[in-house]
């Protein structure tokens, strides 16, 4: 093992004891002190809240990090598929020890939190990842993924204003509906057409080639379960908030899949 790939895997360790620390001894404090309503919640919805908290704090570092690259790795715009991987693999190290934190969570409260759905994004997540940490292969695609942590704070909002029983009616329901469904397809869906297109400019390039069949299936299923993933949850979030428009004022529909 090179010393880049010890360094990942120790980065990967690290931020799988940080999200975990946060989960168990941070979270619940924190949320006790600034939200009356978090006391009054069940014990499944306080293990889910303490979870969305982790959640915004990944996406935040993630999706920062994320941008920086995108925008000034000179080495990865240049070259996608063999460019310089160093800051990818700390990012893409980051993400892999929450996915493991919170794969471990969802056994731990399976019959609390069970979301199979987030569980194939993981899985699928994990096994791309895992080539960009051992071979440092497609940094700027491993790296262009992580743009979509950007919508998961406004999704966990919503889950959070749903929780403490916020009017879906109420101006911050709806405006922080409208702005996850933006969001979410401006980061998800929007990006699927230019995202592919770049693939696609790889095909039968020297580099490509030099990826050998196991990162290349890894890379394309990966991107197509992840893809499907997101227009599915595309259509929830447009469905849920169309439920929310139309409802009566004051109202609060029915809940279902959707939501």
């Known amino acids: 093992m090179d010393d880049s790939v010890f360094i990942s895997y120790c980065v990967v360790a690290g931020s799988?004891?940080?999200?975990?620390?946060?989960?168990?001894?941070?979270?619940?404090?924190?949320?006790?002190?600034?939200c009356n309503g978090y006391k009054k919640l069940s014990y499944a919805k306080q293990c889910e809240w303490d979870s969305r908290i982790v959640?915004?704090?990944?996406?935040?570092?993630?999706?920062?990090?994320?941008?920086?690259i995108l925008v000034y790795d000179d080495a990865v715009n240049a070259d996608?598929?063999?460019g310089d991987p160093f800051q990818v693999k700390m990012n893409v190290a980051i993400t892999s020890g929450y996915l493991v934190y919170d794969l471990l969570l969802f056994a731990r409260f399976w019959k609390l939190m069970s979301?199979?759905?987030?569980?194939?994004?993981?899985?699928?997540?994990?096994?791309?990842?895992g080539y960009v940490l051992n071979r440092g292969v497609l940094p700027y695609f491993a790296n262009f993924r992580l743009i979509s942590e950007l919508s998961t704070p406004f999704v966990n909002q919503r889950w959070f204003f749903d929780a403490i029983n916020v009017p879906r009616s109420s101006r911050f329901f709806v405006l922080n509906g409208l702005a996850m469904a933006v969001v979410f397809f401006i980061v998800r869906i929007a990006v699927i057409p230019s995202y592919y297109s770049q693939v696609f400019a790889t095909f039968g390039t020297e580099g490509y080639i030099r990826l050998g069949i196991g990162p290349q299936v890894a890379w394309i299923v990966s991107c197509?379960?992840?893809?499907?993933?997101?227009?599915?949850?595309?259509?929830?979030?447009l469905y849920g908030f169309y439920r929310v428009v139309k409802s009566k004022p004051g109202g609060k529909p029915t809940r279902n899949h959707a939501d």
């Open 80 to 82: 996608p598929i063999w």
């Open 115 to 129: 979301d199979p759905y987030m569980v194939c994004h993981h899985f699928a997540v994990i096994y791309a990842y």
């Open 224 to 237: 197509v379960i992840l893809d499907i993933l997101n227009v599915f949850w595309m259509y929830k979030i």
């Open 16 to 34: 799988f004891l940080f999200f975990q620390f946060l989960f168990s001894a941070v979270s619940s404090r924190i949320s006790l002190k600034v």
């Open 55 to 68: 959640s915004n704090v990944h996406a935040l570092i993630v999706g920062s990090f994320c941008l920086y």
